[in-house]
Every structure is written in C-alpha cells, then in structure tokens.
C-alpha cells in the first residue's frame, strides 16, 4: 500500500497557519521544509537544544500533509486555504509514499554510540560491542540525552575520567538519566535526578530500572533544595538557565564538592564563569564541536 502527500509551497507567514489549517481539514500529519533546501538558497534554523528558534519556518517552505486514504486532495486545500484566508485555488502538488517498516526503518537510524574510553550507548535492539564496556541500554525516546549530542558526550567523558566512586551525585535538569545513570555505574555511592518536564522523570526512572540502577528522580516541587549536600553536581541545560541556577546548585554542594556544567556554547562560557564567580571558580574542562564543560570544586573544609 503507498500513502498520498499533498506538498503546497508558501511563503513563511503563512506556513503555521496553513499547516493547522491542514490538520483541521482531515489531514493525518503536516511537517513543514525549507522549499529551498539542497539550493545555494538553503536556510538553516539556528537554536539551542530545546529553546525554540528565531524562525519557525522558511522564507519559502513547503508545507507536507499526508492525506488520508481516498482523500480529495483539491477539495482539502481549497478547505484549508480558505480556512487560512489564502487564494481558493492555492497551487499544490501531489508526491507518493511507499509503504515501509516504519519502526525498522526508524530504529537503522540509531546505532551503538561510543564514547570515551569505555562507554557505549545501545539501544534495545542491538547487542552491546563490547560487553565487558560500561553499557548503558538507552532507546532514543521523548526525553533529552542519548549521548549523541556534544553536551551530553562532554559530561561523560568528564565523568568517566573522574569516576564519583562512592560519591553522591545530583544529576539536574537529568533529561532521560543518562548522566545519573553513568554516575551509578561508574560507582556513585548515591545518585539523585530532578527535572522540570514530567515525561523526561518518568523515562528516567524507566531507563534507570532497565539499567539496574537505583536513582531517585524528582520534580522540582518535589525535591527538596537545600536539605540534602551533594560531592558533585552535575547540570547539562543551557546557558542562560544554568546563570539563574547557579545560587540552587551552589547550594547543593557539600564542601569540598565538585560542579559539572554543560549546554555551554564556547562564546557563552565566559558568562557564565562569572556567574558562578561568587560561589566557586569555573575553568573550561573540555571542547567538542563549539561547546565547552566547565568544572569547578567548592573549597574543602577548613581551607582558608
């Protein structure tokens, strides 16, 4: 069986509305693409993980509907033009989609990732390299962190190399508790999660239990800043998120504890080095591919 798509080239004003317009009309998905795209003219969206970008849309893109079966393609774009207050006889082509093996195909996407010495990334449905590594059991799902991103690996990486043996460890802003779940099996006496996004705690827990790690993962209304002191704290977000935290992570530090901060572009580090300034310095730990870790450690006790 193959699948119909309706593809309608407009100008970005219009491509939100159009989509939605699409949807409502009996459309099945809608994804919208640079109608440029593979062209001198090709215009990349630029933004950080998980901020939204500048542009939520091309200056000519091409809006994708997939239509239903049996669907009447000019009478669901004349209904969605006008719902949209675009012309009646609003210009579209028609494009086939062959029938596949739509979670085959999705999961060929995902391989084993490597990473550092002695780290490897597996998804379920493939057997580990090297069994004898540190294998974490991970599938690509809702929550951030597979250990492809750059800001992800920079933390590993660092943890591997400083492995919290018998530590206790805070992993915030944990995403799918990948970082937590590396501290638990690099030997971290205990290890804690909070995130601010539900679905992102509750894939957590699930991969930390088919991980054999026991990690406990909180909401931030859950958790209780400020009554507990942790030997490392480590928080891959963003920059600017990072800068208002750095009071609350600061004061999860037991003394003498180390700080791992991630989600740094190279250009941001300096800022938020000084945003910490008044609490512990920050050094730039590492680089990958224009991000950097920054590392601290609060003075021991009894240090001047």
């Not at 640079?34 to 542009?55: C, K, N, S, Y």
């Not at 390299?129 to 991970?138: C, D, F, G, K, S």
């Not at 043996?165 to 944990?174: A, H, M």
């Not at 239990?209 to 480590?234: H, S």
């Amino acid at each position: 069986m193959s699948w119909t798509e309706i593809v309608i080239e407009t100008a970005r004003d219009a491509a939100d509305a159009l989509s939605d317009a699409l949807l409502e009309a009996g459309a099945l998905s809608v994804s919208v693409e640079d109608a440029d795209v593979g062209t001198a003219a090709e215009q990349p969206l630029f933004g950080e993980p998980g901020m939204e970008p500048r542009q939520t849309a091309w200056e000519r893109s091409r809006v994708v509907a997939l239509l239903p079966a049996g669907a009447d393609a000019g009478a669901l774009a004349a209904d969605a033009a006008a719902a949209c207050g675009l012309a009646p006889d609003l210009p579209y082509s028609l494009r086939e989609v062959a029938e596949q093996d739509w979670v085959r195909l999705t999961q060929s996407q995902f391989d084993p990732i490597h990473i550092g010495k002695n780290i490897w990334v597996v998804p379920s449905w493939h057997q580990a390299p090297n069994p004898q590594a540190l294998v974490l059991e991970l599938d690509p799902g809702l929550a951030f962190g597979t250990g492809s991103h750059p800001t992800t690996r920079l933390c590993m990486e660092w943890l591997e190399a400083h492995a919290p043996q018998g530590q206790s460890v805070l992993d915030y802003g944990c995403g799918s508790g990948i970082l937590a779940i590396v501290a638990a099996k690099l030997g971290a006496a205990s290890v804690a999660g909070v995130d601010i996004d539900p679905q992102a705690v509750e894939a957590a827990r699930h991969n930390s239990e088919r991980n054999g790690c026991a990690i406990d993962y909180f909401l931030p209304d859950q958790w209780a800043a400020g009554e507990r002191r942790f030997d490392l704290v480590v928080a891959n977000i963003l920059s600017g998120p990072l800068q208002l935290l750095a009071p609350l992570l600061c004061r999860q530090l037991a003394p003498g504890g180390r700080l791992l901060l991630s989600g740094v572009l190279v250009e941001q580090a300096e800022q938020v080095i000084a945003a910490y300034a008044p609490f512990l310095p920050l050094t730039v730990a590492a680089r990958l591919d224009g991000w950097v870790a920054l590392a601290g450690q609060l003075a021991p006790p009894g240090a001047d």
